[in-house]
Each structure stands twice: as C-alpha cells, then as structure tokens.
T-cell receptor, first 113, second 117 residues
C-alpha cells in the first residue's frame, strides 16, 4: 500500500511568486491535512480537508489556501511568497475526519529567496 | 488555546538502556487524543504511539510505552532497550475531538534523542 506522496520534494522560489504543492493520500483515506515545519516555529497546523471541504483551519494568513479533489488528492497554494514562508510543508492523511491517527508524507521543502 | 510542552530539547541514552521523554499539555477539554511521533533524519513523521484521553490504561507498543497522567496533564514516553534506529526527533502532539471530528494536531517543540553505541 503506497504511503502519502508529496510533490515536488524540493523547490526554490523568489519573493512575490506563488507556489502550489500537491499531496496524494493513502488509498482509501478521505482526510488530508497540511502542516508547516520551521526551525523557529516548529510544526504548525495549516488546514484540514475532508470530502472536498475545509473542516479546520490554523492561524495562517489568507495567502495560504488549499483544496481537495474528489479523489481526495489535495493541493495547497501560497501566494505572494515571503522569506518567512521557507519551510518544510508536510501533508498527512487519515481515513476519516477526527479518527486521530495521521499518516505523514515526506514533505515538500520550499526555499524562498 | 492548547499548548504542548516538551522540556527536554535533547536527550542521550546508551544503546539497550531505557529513556523517558517528557511532555505536558494544557487544555480545558476532556475528550482528546495524545500522540508521540518520531521524525528521523529522512524527515518522514512516523506515529509511535497514541492514547485516547478517556482510556485510563496506558498505551503500549512493543518497546514503547506511555505514562498518561490526565489530571496532571502529563504524557511521557518510555523507550525500553534503546536501539540505534530509535535516534530521531520525537514530537508529542495533542488533538482535540469535537463534534464528530477533531482539530488539527498541536505539536510540542520536539526532543532530539541521541543513542550512544
């Protein structure tokens, strides 16, 4: 059974650009959530999607957005990139909302220059 | 807002010995999950163990066990017979259950576990 797949694994952008990250959950999982990991702030929750609807949202500005497709795949988008957006973005999936256990992907490492 | 505190930024233990990682959390809720996740240098976060707040019995997974003290809001992880492969960052995490669903995970800052051969 394939795990959570995130693409791209690494990317470099410049300030002001936008970026889209993709996440394919484990087959059968319908919930996808996103986390930002930085050395300073640690791991922070961005948002969670279930059945194509955003169910929960963390404390991030509106530049951070996401969506989920009917096949449960999810994308997150960051517009008008800032230097502080440099981070490892982790996607996690679970079979249902609120079931507790999350399975994480390897992450997408974003560097903003 | 819920907070999770891991007071040990780094711990070191000899191979085959036992080590305990500390975690405390702050919440006014009664229904929640607690987790320990491991993040090796390859960066993929792996679930080590989970505990549901309504269960009084401490969770155990092979060499990993927890000491869950709900009143004290404490959730420590004990690793027995430490192995070189246990070296990683360990994160304690909290997840509130609500309305049939659950909030996002709130993580602690992590404990870097070093295994000395």
């Amino acid at each position: 059974k394939a795990g959570v797949t995130q693409t791209p694994r690494y990317l470099i952008k410049t300030r002001g650009q936008q970026v889209t990250l993709s996440c394919s959950p484990i087959s059968g999982h319908r919930s996808v959530s996103w986390y930002q990991q930085t050395p300073g702030q640690g791991l922070q929750f961005l948002f969670e999607y279930f059945s194509e609807t955003q169910r929960n949202k963390g404390n991030f500005p509106g530049r951070f957005s996401g969506r989920q497709f009917s096949n449960s795949r999810s994308e997150m988008n960051v517009s008008t990139l800032e230097l502080g957006d440099s981070a490892l973005y982790l996607c996690a999936s679970s079979w249902g909302q609120g079931t507790g256990e999350l399975f994480f992907g390897e992450g997408s490492r974003l560097t903003v220059l | 807002a819920q907070t999770v505190t891991q007071s040990q930024p780094e711990m070191s233990v000899q191979e085959a010995e036992t080590v305990t990682l500390s975690c405390t959390y702050d919440t006014s809720e009664s229904d929640y999950y607690l987790f320990w996740y491991k993040q090796p240098p390859s960066r993929q976060m792996i679930l080590v163990i989970r505990q549901e707040a309504y269960k009084q019995q401490n969770a155990t997974e092979n060499r990993f066990s927890v000491n869950f003290q709900k009143a004290a809001k404490s959730f420590s992880l004990k690793i027995s017979d430490s192995q070189l492969g246990d070296a990683a960052m360990y994160f304690c995490a909290y997840r509130r259950r609500s309305g049939g669903g659950a909030d996002g995970l709130t993580f602690g800052k992590g404990t870097h576990l070093i295994i000395q051969p």
